[in-house]
């Protein structure tokens, strides 16, 4: 009786699980239902309904129970499981009914159409890029939810984290729906105040100086440097500590840099927590070599980290840098150089040895380039200084990806290296961007010595991705027209040699300074090679005619007897040895240049034409830049004169505080200018910040210049040929606008000639739009 109890009982319980099953299709439901009722009855078919797009047998392959398989409740589950992971239904209910197992499903939608509405500040092209739903692609909540989070996460990259997006599903008939992100983009969020906690030895605002985010102010409205950026915030706390380090902060850190949200999420605050730490200077410098036949002495003049000087990081990195190179040039492919730092806490001292080892052999096993869709291989790979099968070099790596950069053809360009096939082998990894290297450049301009200037300028400096620069030109003032057409091989027939030509057609009003006009028609080969890494040579050839005209009747004798037309065909080579840090910009190093021209080979003219120009620019404080120049020429004619067309004039932008043509030789009786064989001009100036924001890009000069132009083959009494020195000194502001450079100098003369023409003021603007 007990037994017939139980049994009773367990067929109640199963029925009452397979009622609960069939309502609400739970797979616990079922597995109840199963387990009461016996798991030994086969799957006889496997029902789907509610398919639309989906084939049955398609949602049969997805689950992990087949028909033939005996009922499982665990296997069943998976198959739920496996179903909802798949992404392609919104809903998922199994129940059996006998011998079947009935699979009712609910598919996700297609997305018709996808469009944003509200963005003014970034494109449709630039969401589309950054979400991951399609036009076709199936909906879930799940993926609109994480592209709305993209967008906003896009939108605060921009400075925008006020921006909002809400997502809109339109039905359409055949499961379809059109998705639509309404995004309210707000103002774009700002940074209020960057305040710093812990600061001694310098200022909120010094410290303010050296970020790379700004403080919100009305004059940053050409920059996004003032919205907040984490990236940016994460580099400048390293800009903080190369700062600190850089003035003898060893133990410099920062604690913590935390941006707050306005309540209106309008602005920032910044608060970045320093701890300073003591000021050192440099103790003991040594260097001890583990090299065969390799004295530490001989290479004491590399080091830049003097003792008693503050301590600076950037000299040890320098150092380090500079010893790498030499040993290199010395045939030690493979070194380890690494400062051993002892710090004297007490004497506030940090003395160092540069400790040089036998680095591991290490050789290029190869050299892998990509991204670069336009530009041939070949353009890149000879920029390396390194090539396949070449001992490591680290120093010659980042030199390579500076040359690299250097051509101008890639907006990013990441060098990298990584283990090779075996130990002593290493891969070197090139990842470029490329960038448009087309020009249609319109100019405008107005300077003092050629009033209003316009230019006109096609470029392509990367011709047919073989890195060949093509250039034609035509500009026009009020004192000059020219026509230029210019074409560059950086590495003629695949050697080292760069090679081009240059043709020109120019014509010139020179009525104000010596009362004729020139015009000048001809063209100009040139090649260039390097000898070392530094020191580079060209050689040309020029074939050139020049015309005078349109003599003033009231011109000087001289000016008259050179009217007509000659040509000349001359020969020539520079060399240039140039140890700057940087071309445009320089702060420290050295250039030099040395020029000359032969002419005689053929054509009417016939001379020895030669110029040397050297640069020293060194810092005299991390601020001011000093820079010494010295410019000199002479030319002098082969059995015959010197023509006015070859001659040397000095004044205007080569000698402040005078006119262009305001120094040297002149007619008395007819004041025209009439150029000389000789001339120098030496120049002393300091650049110094003038205390304005740094992304303003002015910057203030203080100068002084002293120089003579001299020597004309001509016996007239009424020509002034003196060759005294002259002298002058002043300021000048430079700007880098936005609309171009723009330069005011305000120069006294103060030792002068009476027949000399002096200017205070000169200023130049130009622009390309």
């Given at each position: 009786?007990r037994?017939?109890?139980?049994?009773l009982?367990?067929?109640l319980l199963?029925?009452?699980?397979?009622?609960?099953?069939?309502?609400i299709?739970?797979?616990?439901?079922?597995?109840?239902a199963?387990?009461?009722?016996?798991?030994t009855?086969v799957?006889?078919?496997?029902?789907?309904?509610?398919?639309?797009r989906?084939?049955?047998?398609?949602?049969?392959?997805?689950?992990?129970?087949k028909?033939?398989?005996?009922f499982?409740?665990?296997?069943?589950?998976r198959?739920?499981k496996?179903?909802?992971?798949t992404?392609?239904?919104?809903?998922?209910?199994?129940?059996?009914?006998?011998?079947?197992?009935v699979?009712s499903?609910?598919?996700?939608?297609?997305?018709?159409?996808?469009?944003?509405e509200?963005?003014?500040?970034?494109?449709?092209?630039?969401?589309?890029?950054?979400?991951?739903?399609?036009?076709?692609?199936?909906?879930?909540r799940?993926?609109?939810?994480?592209?709305?989070?993209?967008?906003i996460?896009?939108?605060?990259?921009?400075?925008?984290?006020?921006?909002t997006v809400?997502?809109?599903?339109?039905?359409?008939?055949?499961?379809?729906?059109?998705?639509?992100?309404?995004?309210?983009?707000?103002?774009?969020?700002?940074?209020?105040?960057?305040?710093?906690?812990?600061?001694?030895a310098?200022?909120d605002?010094?410290?303010?100086?050296a970020?790379?985010?700004?403080?919100?102010?009305?004059?940053r409205?050409?920059?996004?440097?003032?919205?907040?950026?984490?990236?940016?915030?994460?580099?400048?706390?390293?800009?903080?500590?190369?700062y600190?380090?850089?003035?003898?902060?060893?133990?410099?850190?920062?604690?913590?840099?935390?941006?707050?949200?306005t309540?209106?999420?309008?602005?920032f605050?910044i608060?970045?927590?320093?701890?300073?730490?003591?000021?050192?200077?440099?103790?003991?410098?040594d260097i001890?070599?583990?090299?065969?036949?390799?004295d530490?002495?001989?290479?004491k003049?590399?080091?830049?980290t003097?003792?008693g000087e503050l301590y600076d990081?950037?000299?040890?990195e320098?150092t380090v840098?500079?010893?790498?190179?030499?040993l290199?040039?010395?045939?030690y492919?493979?070194?380890?150089?690494?400062?051993?730092?002892?710090?004297?806490?007490?004497?506030?001292?940090?003395?160092?040895?540069?400790?040089?080892?036998?680095?591991?052999?290490?050789?290029?096993?190869r050299?892998?380039?990509?991204?670069?869709?336009?530009t041939?291989?070949?353009v890149?790979?000879?920029?390396?200084?390194l090539?396949?099968?070449d001992?490591?070099?680290t120093?010659?790596?980042?030199?390579?990806?500076?040359?690299?950069?250097g051509?101008?053809?890639f907006?990013?360009?990441?060098?990298?290296?990584?283990?090779g096939?075996?130990?002593?082998?290493?891969?070197?990894?090139?990842?470029?961007q490329?960038?448009?290297?087309?020009?249609?450049?319109?100019?405008?301009g107005?300077?003092?010595?050629?009033?209003?200037?316009?230019?006109?300028s096609?470029r392509?400096?990367?011709?047919?991705g073989?890195?060949?620069?093509l250039r034609l030109s035509?500009?026009?003032?009020?004192?000059?027209?020219?026509?230029?057409?210019?074409?560059t091989?950086?590495?003629f027939?695949d050697?080292?040699v760069?090679?081009?030509f240059?043709?020109?057609?120019?014509?010139?009003d020179?009525?104000?300074?010596?009362?004729?006009?020139?015009?000048?028609?001809?063209?100009?080969?040139?090649?260039?090679?390097?000898?070392?890494?530094?020191l580079?040579?060209?050689?040309?050839?020029e074939?050139?005619?020049?015309?005078?005209?349109?003599?003033?009747?009231?011109?000087?004798?001289?000016?008259k007897?050179?009217?007509?037309?000659?040509?000349?065909?001359?020969?020539?080579?520079g060399?240039?040895y140039?140890r700057?840090?940087?071309?445009?910009?320089?702060?420290?190093?050295y250039?030099?240049?040395?020029n000359?021209?032969?002419?005689?080979?053929g054509?009417?003219?016939?001379?020895?034409?030669?110029?040397?120009r050297?640069?020293?620019?060194?810092?005299?404080?991390?601020?001011?830049?000093?820079a010494?120049?010295?410019?000199?020429?002479y030319?002098?004619?082969l059995d015959?004169d010197?023509?006015?067309?070859d001659?040397?004039?000095?004044g205007?932008?080569s000698?402040?505080?005078?006119?262009?043509?305001?120094?040297?030789?002149?007619?008395?009786s007819?004041?025209?200018?009439l150029?000389?064989?000789l001339?120098?001009?030496?120049?002393?100036?300091?650049?110094?910040?003038?205390?304005?924001?740094?992304e303003f890009?002015?910057?203030?000069?203080?100068?002084?210049?002293?120089?003579?132009?001299?020597?004309?083959?001509?016996?007239d009494?009424?020509?002034?040929d003196?060759?005294?020195?002259?002298?002058?000194?002043?300021?000048g502001?430079?700007?880098?606008s936005?609309?171009?450079p723009?330069?005011?100098?305000?120069?006294?003369a103060?030792?002068?000639?009476?027949?000399?023409?002096?200017?205070?003021?000169?200023?130049?603007?130009?622009?390309?739009?």
């Open positions: 009786m037994i017939g109890r139980i049994r009982a367990a067929g199963a029925a009452l699980a397979v009622i609960v099953g069939a309502v299709g739970l797979p616990v439901a079922t597995a109840i199963q387990s009461s009722a016996g798991s009855t799957i006889e078919e496997i029902r789907v309904s509610g398919s639309q989906i084939e049955p047998e398609t949602v049969r392959s997805y689950m992990n129970v028909v033939g398989d005996r499982n409740a665990a296997r069943v589950d198959s739920l496996a179903l909802f992971a992404g392609l239904f919104a809903d998922v209910r199994m129940r059996r009914q006998g011998k079947v197992l699979v499903i609910v598919e996700n939608p297609i997305i018709n159409r996808l469009a944003f509200g963005n003014n500040r970034i494109d449709d092209p630039a969401l589309e890029a950054e979400v991951q739903l399609r036009p076709r692609v199936v909906y879930t799940a993926r609109v939810q994480s592209d709305v989070q993209r967008i996460d896009l939108y605060r990259r921009s400075g925008r984290f006020a921006a809400e997502p809109k599903v339109i039905q359409l008939e055949q499961n379809r729906v059109d998705l639509v992100f309404e995004i309210s983009e707000g103002q774009v969020t700002e940074i209020a105040k960057i305040r710093f906690v812990g600061n001694r310098y200022s605002g010094q410290l303010r100086s970020l790379a985010t700004k403080e919100s102010r009305w004059y409205f050409l920059t996004s440097n003032d919205t907040y950026d984490p990236d940016r915030l994460t580099l400048d706390r390293e800009l903080l500590r190369k600190y380090l850089s003035r003898g902060y060893a133990d410099f850190r920062v604690n913590s840099a935390v941006a707050e949200l309540a209106d999420r309008s602005a605050f608060t970045i927590t320093v701890e300073e730490g003591e000021l050192y200077t440099f103790g003991d410098i001890d070599t583990g090299l065969r036949d390799l530490g002495e001989q290479l003049n590399l080091v830049v003097p003792t990081a950037e000299l040890v320098d840098q500079n010893l790498t190179f030499e290199g040039r010395l045939g492919a493979f070194v380890d150089i690494r400062p051993r730092v002892d710090r004297d806490k007490e004497e506030r001292t940090i003395s160092l040895t540069y400790e040089i080892k036998e680095g591991p052999r290490v050789y290029v096993e050299i892998d380039i990509e991204g670069n869709v336009r041939l291989d070949k890149i790979r000879r920029e390396f200084r090539a396949e099968g001992a490591f070099n120093a010659k790596l980042r030199r390579s990806r500076s040359r690299i950069r051509l101008g053809f907006d990013k360009v990441a060098v990298s290296n990584q283990p096939s075996s130990q002593d082998r290493t891969v070197i990894n090139v990842e470029v490329e960038q448009s290297t087309g020009e249609l450049s319109f100019g405008a107005v300077s003092t010595s050629e009033n209003v200037i316009g230019e006109v096609i392509e400096r990367n011709l047919l073989r890195g060949q620069d035509f500009s026009i003032s009020t004192r000059r027209q020219e026509l230029d057409l210019a074409f091989e950086p590495y027939l050697k080292p760069s090679a081009g240059d043709i020109f057609n120019r014509e010139t020179f009525q104000d300074r010596s009362s004729f006009d020139e015009a000048s028609v001809g063209f100009r080969l040139r090649a260039g090679y390097r000898i070392t890494e530094r580079r040579q060209q050689v040309h050839y074939l050139r005619q020049d015309k005078i005209s349109d003599v003033s009747s009231s011109a000087s004798n001289v000016i007897q050179q009217e007509g037309t000659d040509i000349t065909s001359a020969v020539g080579y060399l240039t140039d700057r840090d940087d071309a445009s910009e320089p702060t420290k190093g250039i030099f240049r040395v000359q021209s032969f002419a005689g080979f054509g009417d003219v016939r001379y020895v034409r030669s110029s040397i050297f640069a020293h620019y060194f810092p005299v404080t991390s601020d001011l830049i000093a010494i120049k010295w410019n000199e020429g030319i002098f004619g015959q010197v023509s006015i067309s001659r040397f004039f000095l205007g932008e000698f402040k505080g005078f006119e262009s043509g305001g120094v040297g030789p002149r007619d008395v007819t004041d025209d200018s150029g000389g064989n001339f120098y001009v030496g120049t002393a100036e300091l650049r110094f910040p003038l205390g304005l924001p740094s890009g002015i910057v203030g000069r203080v100068y002084a210049q002293a120089g003579s132009l001299a020597d004309v083959d001509d016996n009494p009424n020509i002034f003196k060759g005294s020195v002259r002298a002058s000194a002043g300021f502001i430079s700007w880098g936005p609309f171009g723009i330069r005011l100098d305000f120069t006294e103060f030792i002068t000639e009476d027949v000399d023409k002096t200017e205070f003021f000169r200023f130049s603007f130009g622009t390309r739009f």
